[in-house]
Each structure stands twice: as C-alpha cells, then as structure tokens.
C-alpha cells in the first residue's frame, strides 16, 4: 500500500508516458492512485500502446516506486506533486502542467517577480554581458531568474543573478541529480545553493534531446516575463517566447543590428511585438504591481563616472562598447602609444569599467556603460 | 710489440679521450678487438684490415689485440677506424710512434683506404685542445669543421696512405676553417631571407610581445584566426634576435656536429637557429633519442628559436616533455647504455587558433560551443603553460591596416637595437651567474633585482586579487616588468611597466574558457 505522495511519484516515473498521456489518464481516473488500481480492461479503453500499458502495469511498481523514494532521499531531491500546497502557483495554470516536480534546493517564491531569460547558446561577448547585466539588475531589485543552464546566454543569467545574490531557478532537461552540460558544474552546485535546481524529471534521467522543448515549458512556466538578449532567427529561445506567450506572459527583447546574425531572432520578436527593452528598468516597471507595498528605488546613482576618470581614461573609455575591441584598434582610434594605452586600461579593468573577453579584447562593462547616458 | 693511439668517444655534446691500444703477439694468426664496443665498433676489425691491405701493407700473420680504453665506456660509432689502424700499424713497427701520444684520430675508413667523414667533430678537436694534443687527424670533409677550433693543429686528410706519410714526418697543410669564427659573414643575406619586421602592417600588441619575448628571452604565446600573420611574425623573430656570440656560435655548432647536420661549406653555424616541427612529430624527435641518443629537434634549436605553429595539435607527450627542458635548459636521456645530455636552452614560440574552427571570439563566423572550445584550449596542459610569460592575441588585420603597408612599420633592425640594449643591461646584472636573461631568474634573483616602490606594490596587490593571479603568474609577471623596464633603459620598475606585463599575461584555460566565473 503506498502513500498518496507516493502514488504521485510512481506516476511521474512511468517513463513511457509524455505529459500529454498523463493529462489523459488523471482525466479519466481522477488521481494516479486510481491508475494505478486500474485493470487491464479500463487500461485497454484508452488509445495507449502496448508499451505503454506495460509500462503502468509493471509487477515490481510498488517496489520501484519505494525505491525511487530511496534514492530522492539519499540524493537530497524532494519531490513536489501537483496536489501539494508548494507546487508553483504559475504553473498550474500553463498548458500541460508537469504531475510533479523534482527540486534540489528552493523553488521560486511566489510574491516575486520571476524573469526568465533565454537565448543563444554559441553567443558573443556582448550577449552575454547582457544577460549577465539584466540578470544581477533584476535580481538586485527583488526578481527570481529562471533559466535552463544552457552553455551561453542561460549560463550568464544564472551567473548574473548568483553574484548579485539573488535567487535564480535553473530548469533541467534530465535529472536534478546531472549536470548537463558538464563544464557548468560550479554553477549547478552554486544554483543549488543558493536558489533551486528544477526538472520534472526523476533522477537518473539523460538529457535527451526531447525533453529540452518540454523543459522549455516549464521556464515559460514559471516566469512573469521573457527576456531574449541574443538569439538567431532560428532559436530554440524563440519556441520558449512563443510558450511564453501562449501563456499569457509578457516577451521582453533587446534590440541588435541588422544583419548581425546572433540578434536576427530578437529584431524578429520586436516587429512581432515583443517590449523592446534598453534597460532593466524597462523591465521592472511593467511589474509594479509585486512592488506596490514596498520602496522600490534601486540603490542607483551609479553617474559617479565622470568624477571617477581621469581625462585620458575617458578618452580610452568612450571607445568601448559591448562589442569586445582589440587592443591595437583601440590604439589606433585613441592615437595613443601603446604603453600609455596598455596603462590606462588596466586602471580602468581595475576600477571595473571595462573587462577583457579573451586576452587583448577589451569591452566596457554594461553596468556602467548603460547608465553612462 | 705494444702501441696506442688516441680517439675520442662523443656522448651528449662532450667528447673524451679513448686510447686503441695495439698489441701483436705470437700464435695463430687473429684480430680481436675488445672494450665495451658496439657492433658498428666491432666492425672496424674488417675495415682496417682490409683497408690496411688495399692500401699496401700486409700484415704479418700474427695475434692483434685492439682494446679501446677505458673499457668500461661504450663505444659507438665509426670514428675509431684511423686510430685502430694508427695503433697497429705502429705496433707492427711500419710507422714511427713519435707523433702518436700527441696526435689525435678520428675517422672511418673505406674498404680502398679511403677516409670518410664522421659526426662530433666539433666536440672531439675542442677536447682534443683542451687535453693537449697538438695534433688532429681527422677526414677531409670534416676539415673545415674541426679547423674552427684555434690552438691546434687540424689536418684533413682522404686516405691512409696521408695518414702514414704524415706520421713518417711527411709534410701536411693545416686545414683553415672555411669562415673564421666572428665574422658573421652569411648573417646579412639570411637576415633578408628571413623577412623584416617592417613587412608586417598593424598588430601593435603581437609586435611589442615579440619585442619583449626577445629582449628577455620569454617564452611567447601567439593567439588569433587563421591569416592573420601568426607565421609570418614568429618567422620574424630570429630577426630582431642578437646575433650569436663566439661562444654561443661554438655550442650550437658542436649539436649539429654530434647531429651530423652541419652542411658542407658551412662548418660554422653562425645564424640563430629557427625550428618549427610539424605538430605530427613524435617525441623522440622532439627530445632526442633513440638506441644511439641523437640530439632532437629541441636541441637544435638551442640558443635559438623554437617555433610550435599549431600548438594545440601537438601530441600530449611531445609537449610534456617539454617542460624539463625549459626549466632547466638541457634534456637528459636515459638509455640502456648510459644517459647522455644535451643541451636545450631556446625561445618557445607556439602559435594557436582560439578555437577548432579558429574565429572565436566573432560570433558571425564561429560555431563552436563552449565546451569545444574549453577542450581545444585544454590541451595546453597547466605545466606547460605555466612556462610561458606572454601570450597575445592578435586582432584580424582591416583593409586601412593593409592599405598602408610598409609605411611608417619599424625595421627588424631598429628592433634588434633595443634587444641588444636591454641584452646588454641583463649581461651587466647578471655578470658571471649562470643566469643571463631576465627569464630565467631564480626566486633570490627575482628578490633581488625586481624591487619595487609602494605604488608599484599597490598595483600588484590590485591587480593580483582581482584578476586572481596564482604566485607563478605574479613572478612571470615580475620578470617580463623587468624585461620591460630594460628596454626602456628605466632602472627602478615602474608602474607602465607592471601594467603592460599585466597586458601580456598568460590566462589559463578556465579564465579563457566563455563560461562564466561565479
């Protein structure tokens, strides 16, 4: 005899079915407690294929169902069914919701605004300097970011968000248990940490190329608000908008330049409608409403560069834009010599205004660029 | 009747003494040869003797024992054939053995008596002098070669029947070496050959790497896209390098010797060596070896430059191996029969794309992930890099860059004079010290020489934490500052010169990598 928990999770762990098969059979059955005393006449009423029978009447289902319960304890996951009272009130309302969620770590509060921001995996420089900038913006200013922990633009909202100490939510596309992809391991173990490692699939589970579109579901899910800072014209962050949208949600895009193929996607999203955004406060407004009992004047002022700078360093810094610049171009359009030059941007990288992307490549960092209006 | 005459035995570059003693006894007539001797040794036995007799004597049918002392060093290699065929004929009493304990032999005989060249040359006339013979009988095509050494005499001679007319008291001529050592007399033309620094347009930061790389002898790292002149600048390099001293001369020519690649007319490497393996070399041709240790490609490129295009594609232990070298400027081999050490002081140069398809970081043209690119540039093991004081990047070159070709580009030749400036700085610091450039410093060195005032002291502290600097990358850092500050003249080091090292680091892999820090 199981719990009514556990009933839940044997449900969510019947690999065979997809959302779309268990939205039917909670439909018909009413709880998975009920599929799971269903026989094989009741089963075989329904479209299901063979497999997929087999699959729900599986002999040692009880047993797998404890065990699994084992392993989620063993692992620190914890298991959130669609009944429980801390299942995402967002979610409950998208299309195909997940039966369950696996968590490691927190989920989302739900009196905070939540961002989600997605985008280019292969992205340049700028683009992630973005994301990042939007991310610890947001996050300093009381939003949750939610993102998929991808290689690229996921990566730096994430990253954006933990040093700003705010609580960012990677969504998964395997287990919680895996980091996908591998080279993002200091992240996975600080998201952990510090804000929540979501999937709604158990642990143990591969990242298949078909969970990712399910997964980016669950970003759109879970977030107020999309924000693409960078994304080809053939993106899967332009499917994720589209959820988003489905959903009621608000698309946020930062504008690029035409022909520029890595912003191609969100020029798209513009002329589609999308927000354009320039700055986070563009964003932050449209939620006002998360704020209205709170102060919400960001701890700004940050115009404090002009008094900052010496006249040569000015000089080197109103070269710089988010596109990373050689050092010799820099020289070139500063008509400085280069040991001069070398000096300067070394006092500016040390004083946090621009940051090298690669060895010689120099960018201004965006959170003093865009307030430098 | 018991006679002897010398040879020399090569291992690593150094050659010493062997002596072939000759001994003829009565019995059953033989020719038996002992001491510790490889078999291209053992064979001598069949060459001198018939040689011997091609050339007109023949040996009475009596017990001959050669041993070549002292026994217990192996030796290799076809040199010993003249002094085999020395010592005998002398015990036969067919020549005098006045001029024999002050001559010394090394050549291989042919079956006709004719006398072929032999590789280590160089080594064995310098030994030679320094033992005190007066005296080298060595072949003919290695004449020009062994006549670089001064204070002795160097005879080239074709065959034996030379060879014993010259130890009758016959006249010979003292072979003149083909360019006397000092006169750089090729040095102009290959200069040329080479290319001038003027040719390259743009690239400000790769050219002013190189600069420092040669002043200080630093190890340089070359980053950037395909076609934009990584090549072409580190060909360069050799130009903008001083040009080898008397002395430094001598040792490069002694590993060529012992390589046997010194090419005729040319018995004296004068220009600095430039070689740029292919990245499908193994690393027994890298480092040297095989069952006669030969020098590898590292040791040829010693006191010069060692160009590694492609860095990435070398093979994991041709790379490693490295290492040793560059810490301490000489490889070791061990081997079956002993272990032998060459010589390995060099300039790395290596050159490397960003990324597999080599356009990162321009995202319109580059699709690689960030895990391909974290894998490419992984294969540069920590170690290695850890060698390396600077590394650039260099930008793709634009059409205004081009456009103004050749003009208002420095020479190779006003380069070279700050190199040589700042040479001469570091020979005055470092006087009679094994050390002498600013590279190789040791941490009591470093103390000593690269003290730096408060705000200087600040910067570094600044700069240490925030770009997380590990204690080596401070050093290295410390080093080129040095290096920096002696171009420029500037005794004390001063903050322009912190901060252009700084410009020049090398960041590892994780800093590189376009994931992000958290």
Redesign the interface.
């Known amino acids: 005899m199981l719990s009514r928990q556990e009933y839940w999770l044997w449900f969510c762990n019947i690999e065979e079915l997809d959302s779309s098969r268990r939205e039917e059979l909670l439909r018909v059955f009413g709880s998975p407690e009920a599929v799971f005393r269903a026989g094989d006449a009741e089963l075989a009423a329904l479209r299901l294929t063979e497999r997929q029978r087999n699959g729900i009447r599986r002999k040692d289902r009880e047993k797998a169902a404890a065990a699994l319960g084992e392993v989620l304890r063993r692992k620190g996951i914890r298991f959130v069914s669609r009944e429980d009272e801390e299942y995402p009130e967002r979610l409950r309302h998208i299309y195909h919701p997940p039966c369950g969620l696996f968590v490691k770590g927190r989920l989302p509060g739900e009196d905070a605004p939540a961002i989600g921001i997605v985008g280019a995996?292969?992205?340049?420089?700028y683009g992630?300097e973005l994301a990042?900038y939007f991310a610890a913006e947001l996050s300093k200013r009381g939003f949750s970011i939610i993102s998929g922990l991808a290689?690229?633009i996921d990566?730096?909202a994430?990253?954006?968000a933990?040093?700003a100490g705010g609580y960012t939510a990677a969504v998964l596309g395997c287990g919680t248990d895996r980091c996908y992809?591998k080279?993002?391991l200091?992240?996975y173990l600080?998201i952990e940490e510090a804000g929540g490692l979501i999937s709604e699939y158990p642990p143990g589970v591969p990242p298949y190329r078909g969970n990712f579109p399910a997964r980016n579901r669950i970003i759109a899910g879970l977030s107020d608000g999309i924000l693409i800072p960078e994304a080809r014209e053939r993106s899967g962050s332009l499917i994720t908008a589209s959820l988003a949208l489905e959903g009621g949600k608000d698309i946020f895009a930062v504008p690029g330049r035409l022909g520029?193929?890595?912003s191609g996607g969100c020029n798209r999203l513009i002329r589609a409608g999308a927000a354009l955004v320039m700055t986070p406060e563009d964003i932050v407004q449209e939620y006002d409403r998360f704020f209205a009992d709170k102060q919400t004047t960001p701890d700004g002022g940050e115009k404090f560069y002009n008094n900052l700078l010496e006249t040569r360093e000015k000089i080197v810094y109103a070269k710089l834009g988010l596109t990373?610049k050689?050092?010799?171009?820099l020289?070139?359009e500063c008509k400085m010599p280069?040991?001069?030059l070398?000096?300067l941007?070394?006092?500016l990288?040390?004083k946090g205004y621009v940051r090298?992307?690669?060895?010689?490549?120099y960018i201004a960092c965006p959170d003093r660029l865009l307030t430098r209006g | 009747m018991f006679s002897k005459a010398y040879g020399a035995a090569v291992t690593g570059i150094e050659a010493s003494i062997v002596r072939a003693e000759a001994d003829i006894s009565d019995g059953l007539p033989a020719f038996e040869m002992v001491g510790y001797l490889a078999s291209e040794v053992r064979e001598t036995r069949e060459r001198v003797r018939i040689a011997l007799k091609n050339s007109g004597w023949r040996l009475p049918p009596k017990r001959i024992t050669v041993n070549l002392s002292p026994a217990d060093i192996r030796k290799e290699g076809t040199a010993y054939d003249l002094a085999v065929a020395a010592a005998i004929l002398a015990a036969f009493e067919m020549i005098p053995g006045t001029l024999l304990s002050s001559s010394l032999f090394a050549g291989e005989v042919s079956l006709n008596g004719a006398v072929n060249p032999v590789r280590g040359i160089l080594p064995i006339v310098c030994e030679a002098k320094r033992q005190g013979f007066l005296l080298c009988l060595i072949p003919e095509a290695n004449a020009a070669e062994g006549a670089i050494v001064r204070g002795i005499e160097v005879v080239g001679i074709r065959t034996l029947k030379e060879m014993v007319s010259i130890l009758k008291g016959g006249r010979y001529e003292i072979a003149r070496p083909a360019s006397a050592p000092g006169e750089d007399s090729g040095t102009d033309q290959w200069m040329e050959e080479a290319g001038d620094f003027a040719e390259i347009s743009?690239?400000?930061?790769a050219k002013?790497a190189a600069e420092i790389a040669a002043a200080g002898m630093h190890n340089l790292l070359l980053?950037g896209p395909p076609g934009t002149g990584k090549t072409m600048l580190a060909s360069r390099i050799p130009s903008i390098l001083p040009g080898l001293t008397q002395e430094e001369s001598f040792d490069v020519t002694k590993v060529y010797s012992v390589a046997g690649r010194l090419k005729e007319g040319m018995p004296l490497i004068t220009r600095r060596p430039f070689l740029a393996p292919h990245h499908t070399i193994t690393a027994q041709a890298m480092a040297g070896g095989g069952k006669r240790p030969m020098p590898g490609i590292i040791s040829l490129a010693h006191r010069g430059v060692l160009f590694l295009d492609e860095l990435p594609e070398f093979r994991r232990e041709a790379l490693e191996l490295l290492r040793q070298p560059m810490e301490e400027g000489h490889v070791t081999i061990a081997r079956t029969y002993g272990i032998c050490r060459y010589p390995a002081d060099f300039l790395l140069l290596a050159a490397m794309n960003?990324c597999p398809c080599g356009y990162?970081?321009d995202?319109?043209r580059?699709?690689?992930?960030?895990?391909q690119i974290?894998r490419y540039q992984g294969r540069i093991s920590g170690p290695l890099l850890d060698r390396i004081d600077l590394?650039?990047?260099l930008?793709g070159v634009n059409y205004?860059e081009l456009a103004a070709e050749g003009t208002g580009n420095e020479s190779s030749a006003v380069i070279r004079a700050r190199v040589e400036r700042a040479r001469a700085i570091q020979a005055e610091r470092f006087g009679n010290s094994i050390v002498r450039f600013n590279s190789r410093m040791s941490q009591g060195q470093i103390a000593r020489y690269c003290a730096v005032g408060q705000e200087e002291k600040e910067?570094l502290e600044?700069?240490f934490t925030?770009f997380g600097l590990s204690m080596r990358a401070y050093y290295r850092i410390l080093k080129t500052a040095r290096t920096i500050a002696d171009l420029e003249g500037s005794g004390e080091i001063r903050?322009?010169h912190i901060?252009?090292a700084?410009?020049f680091r090398v960041?590892d892999e994780s800093g590189?990598?376009?994931?992000?820090?958290?």
């Open positions: 995996r292969t992205c340049s420089a992630r990042r290689a690229g990566s730096a994430h990253a954006g933990l040093q992809p080279e993002n200091r992240l600080n520029d193929v890595l990373p050689h050092i010799d171009e020289g070139r280069f040991s001069e070398v000096q941007l070394l006092v990288e040390l090298q992307t690669g060895a010689n490549y | 743009g690239q400000q930061a002013r980053i960003p990162y970081p995202r319109t580059c699709g690689c992930t960030s895990g974290a590394s650039v990047e930008s205004r910067l600044h700069a925030r903050t322009r901060s252009e700084l410009c960041t590189r990598r376009e994931g992000m820090p958290c």
